[in-house]
């Protein structure tokens, strides 16, 4: 059997147990210490932003910002339908409600035509805004901020960002994460680095950070005993994982530039293969980290994205099918959803080709030859 192709598996730097080590001969292991300090300077650096809080995973990252732009019980908050859950189930945790928006066919992420319409109805359904929008660059490719930021000034609604997919990618020049009120990033084993699990978010100012920090140690009050006005969070990263993360930051850039290497690689290799389009930038207003190289196949195939990923798996080969949009799950049945059908037409057609950093060459050729052969035996 040949060599099992994982979609995206942890790409290790080799500095990253020299952290681990400095953490255990000082004791820090324990949440908090240097390494934490450490990994959040880096990755403000990496950013350009000033205030980046190293959080336990991306999920309570997602959280903490609802939690800052107020989010509570009772509210709506208007959420990307073509995602993954762990968007919008924190809208859940806060006991507020989800209302999907769909997405643009551009970048497959929210569409603003249907983002002003959901703001809209809304007002007209329940006599009040919604109160955030958690706006996703899918697979690493840049959403359209500058109509999103828009629309959301004009209602004064704020936006955060789910930059979980798409740490390194850049929207007119500037990171994704950074350009919302708040942004959330994932260091989760298969995103674009590791921290074994983890996340960070970026806040827009010193006072938004030092409130994250204070509720992601359980809200403690500077006082000689535990005291307690607010209801606090565990969500600190550990000072081990984020010794991990440290290495993996010194080789963000690599990381990055070999993701869009491997999605050009497959542009190039099923170009000749009418009816797949891989999914590109729209217009250079965007850069994605292409985390996943996503593929789209025409109606007139004779094969379905099921069909192909269950030839690639019998070749070893992990593909995946795209996110199922949050307004086909039945946990989210109920939810208010606006918008024409685009991601349930995406997930219906695409599939995710594997992309890890880690791959070869010869890899990526191994899995444009069996797409190539299968393409051509229907
Ligand atoms: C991975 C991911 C998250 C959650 O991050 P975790 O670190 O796994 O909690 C949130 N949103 C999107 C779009 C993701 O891909």
Redesign the pocket.
Known sequence: MNKRIFLSFPHLGGNEMQYINEAFSESWVVPLGPNVDEFERRLEAYLSASNVVALS???AA?HLGLVELGVTAGDEVLCQSF??A??ANPVKYQGANPVFVDSEPDTWNMSPDALERAIIDRKRVTGRYPKAIVV?H?YGMPAKMSEIMAIAARYNIPVLE?A??ALGSTYKGRKCGTIGNFGAL???GN?IITTS???ALICPNDEAERHVKFLATQAREPMPYYYHKEIGYNYRLSNISAGIGCGQMEHIAERVARRREIHALYAKGLASLPGITVHTEPTADAVSNFWLTTILLDDSLQFSPEDLRQALEAENIESRRLWRPMNMQPVYADAPFYGDGCAERLFNRGLCLPSGSILTDEEIARVVDCITKFYHSK
Do not use: C, H, I, W
Request: aromatic share 10%.
């Open positions: 995973a991306g999920t997602l995602t993954f762990a968007s996703v899918l789910d979980a997919e994932s260091f989760n995103k699990g983890g996340g």
